[in-house]
């Protein structure tokens, strides 16, 4: 891959449309048909080590801490592993109990960014054993971590993450299915996500061929001035994620929201001017997030659903192929990067490059 924009009129929109290519490295040469499983060379952790964690803590900061968010959930499903993600800008302020028996994974696409490397720094000097999942090879947190995998997304120039963001989910589902085949994740469990992971690429280059309907879609919705985002347990990452990217290449305010919770507060916002975007993946949650969108509807909201099928409650649907359970959050976002990029387009942004912002946060 080159730094030119091979056609494209922005980084962004190169780097969205490069994400098939990019899950198919972080995939290439790591998969193991005999054994259901994976192998990755470089995490330095031996299975006796591995099987002795007791809990996994991740960090990261702004679209890297989302993409832990939803590391640490494959990491619960498929390792069994208790494991939860943290802003690494708030971790290293708090004077956090480091404990030997945890595995802290730190989450970074530059591999420079301050907060994440002074954290690190801080749990290396306390004796803790820290992973990396970097997309830039030897950079300052990979060289710092005893061990780690590269995301292998390619350069991503944009300010705004997009690429590296689906690539470091696909590298955590990696690591995840590493870490539960060596402990209790069954054969037929390891060949299903392993099919799963192999779909990604081709679903992505099907999501991709949607973008002229979400471009129509996203010239209805530029016109609002905050909008909700909502999904639960696996969508709420998802939805975290979406917000941050309309926010930071469209300036419109967005909040996200787990959808649990809508009847907690954020249901007084609602109303025609303050529209919904909603994470409905077709799983055990199902009838819950339909639930969510009828409290919407009746409260006179605009809803703009991603789901598997067609939801009625929705004033539009954007529909994406269906996967495994566990990876559905992967392909889940992606339509709505190209719905924030459109957003942008229509309201004139400068999406490679959004005020205020820097690719990389390399100071304090
Ligand atoms: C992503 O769209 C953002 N620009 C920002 O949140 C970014 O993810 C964050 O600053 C962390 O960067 P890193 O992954 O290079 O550490």
Not at 255 to 278: N, W
Not at 347 to 360: E, Q, T, V, W, Y
Request: net charge negative; hydrophobic share 40%.
């Amino acid at each position: 891959e080159s730094y030119d924009m091979g056609g494209h009129d922005t980084y962004m929109h190169k780097e969205i449309s490069e994400q098939a290519e990019a899950v198919d490295r972080v995939l290439r040469g790591r998969i193991d048909d005999r054994f259901a499983t994976v192998h990755l060379g470089g995490l330095n952790l031996e299975p006796g080590e591995a099987r002795r964690v007791r809990r996994i803590k991740i960090l990261g900061c702004g679209t890297s801490y989302h993409a832990g968010q939803i590391g640490a959930q494959l990491i619960e499903e498929l390792a069994r592993i208790p494991a939860d993600a943290e802003p690494a800008s708030e971790f290293r302020y708090r004077n956090p109990v480091v404990d030997p028996d945890t595995l802290y994974v730190a989450v970074s696409q530059s591999g420079e960014t301050y907060d994440v490397l002074a954290a690190v720094q801080e749990l290396k000097r306390k004796g803790a054993r820290v992973l990396g999942i970097v997309n830039v090879v030897g950079s300052a947190i990979a060289r710092e971590a005893d061990g780690g995998t590269y995301v292998h997304a390619g350069p991503e120039v944009c300010v705004v993450s997009t690429k590296c963001f689906t690539n470091t989910v696909v590298a955590f589902a990696l690591l995840a299915l590493h870490l539960g085949r060596i402990r209790d994740l069954s054969v037929a469990d390891g060949k299903r996500i392993i099919d799963g992971l192999r779909r990604l690429p081709g679903q992505i280059d099907e999501i991709l061929k949607t973008e002229p309907e979400i471009k129509q879609l996203a010239k209805q919705y530029a016109d609002a001035r905050s909008m909700l985002f909502i999904g639960r347990v696996r969508g709420y990452p998802v939805a975290r994620e979406a917000s941050l990217k309309l926010k930071e290449v469209s300036y419109i305010h967005a909040e996200a929201y787990p959808a649990s919770e809508l009847k907690h507060g954020p249901l007084a916002l609602i109303e025609p001017a303050m529209p919904t975007v909603a994470i409905v993946p077709d799983d055990d949650l199902l009838e819950k997030n339909r639930a969510a969108m009828e409290e919407i509807k009746a409260r006179s909201g605009r809803i703009l659903a991603v789901a598997h099928q067609v939801q009625e409650k929705a004033d539009h649907t954007i529909v994406v192929p269906k996967n495994e359970d566990e990876l559905d959050p992967i392909l889940m976002g992606i339509p709505l990067q190209l719905f924030a990029y459109h957003t942008a387009l229509a309201l004139g942004r400068d999406i490679d490059k959004p005020r205020n912002l820097a690719k990389s946060v390399t100071v304090e």
